[in-house]
T-cell receptor, first 112, second 113 residues
Framework: GEDVEQSLFLSVREGDSSVINCTYT??????LYWYKQEPGAGLQLLTY?????DMKQDQRLTVLLNKKDKHLSLRIADTQTGDSAIYFC????????????FGSGTRLLVRP | DAGVTQSPTHLIKTRGQQVTLRCSPK?????VSWYQQALGQGPQFIFQ???????QRGNFPDRFSGHQFPNYSSELNVNALLLGDSALYLC????????????FGNGTRLTVT
């Protein structure tokens, strides 16, 4: 079945690292994405990783993919108050390549 | 370079009415997808349009329909509105390539009373 799961909430102190986790069900997923949503706004693409990669780094963001466990994580280094938002992971699978399947989102709160 | 634009930003309708939402894709994009995001949930796929045809559809009733125009812009129509249709409706555009990520607009907030 289609199900992407995320923890609901994460609170960190400004300057610390944040790690947001996601599990997905379809081992044939081709691409996995991280989106950020601020209040009243749409989804902003942060980064994505192809399934044949284990890691991708982009400035303060590091994505780790464990295909065996179907686990995806997003690490934000030096977290800032402006990083407070809801973070969604999403998967794209070969049999539904035109759509993304999203998790319910993780709310990140950065404390000053 | 304009991103994905949607109109209107907010809309209030009554049960049973019909609504049309509009989307202009990011410059250079030819594919438009629509998603429904209920409060506290992740977006759910409604359908995708490419070359003015509906290419794939999610688990939504026929009350939800759409259209894509030759300039790649798109409309989402919802008939016989229900209270449960209240949500943020997001439009996303992309290229017709497997590795083309979706770029989202800011959405239309629909409230059905």
């Amino acid at each position: 079945g289609e199900d992407v799961e995320q923890s609901l909430f994460l609170s960190v102190r400004e300057g610390d690292s944040s790690v947001i986790n996601c599990t997905y069900t379809d081992s044939s997923s081709t691409y996995l994405y991280w989106y950020k949503q601020e209040p009243g706004a749409g989804l902003q693409l942060l980064t994505y990783i192809f399934s044949n990669m284990d890691m991708k780094q982009d400035q303060r963001l590091t994505v780790l993919l464990n295909k065996k466990d179907k686990h995806l994580s997003l690490r934000i280094a030096d977290t800032q108050t402006g990083d407070s938002a809801i973070y969604f992971c999403a998967e794209r699978t070969p049999d539904s390549s035109y759509k993304l399947i999203f998790g319910s989102g993780t709310r990140l709160l950065v404390r000053p | 370079d304009a991103g994905v634009t949607q109109s209107p930003t907010h809309l209030i309708k009554t049960r049973g009415q019909q609504v049309t939402l509009r989307c202009s894709p990011k410059s250079g994009h030819d594919t438009v997808s629509w998603y429904q995001q209920a409060l506290g949930q992740g977006p759910q796929f409604i359908f995708q349009y490419y070359e003015e045809e509906e290419r794939q559809r999610g688990n939504f009733p026929d009350r939800f329909s759409g259209h894509q125009f030759p300039n790649y812009s798109s409309e989402l129509n919802v008939n016989a509105l229900l209270l449960g249709d209240s949500a943020l409706y997001l439009c996303a555009s992309s290229l017709d390539r497997e590795n083309s990520p979706l770029h989202f607009g800011n959405g239309t907030r629909l409230t059905v009373t």
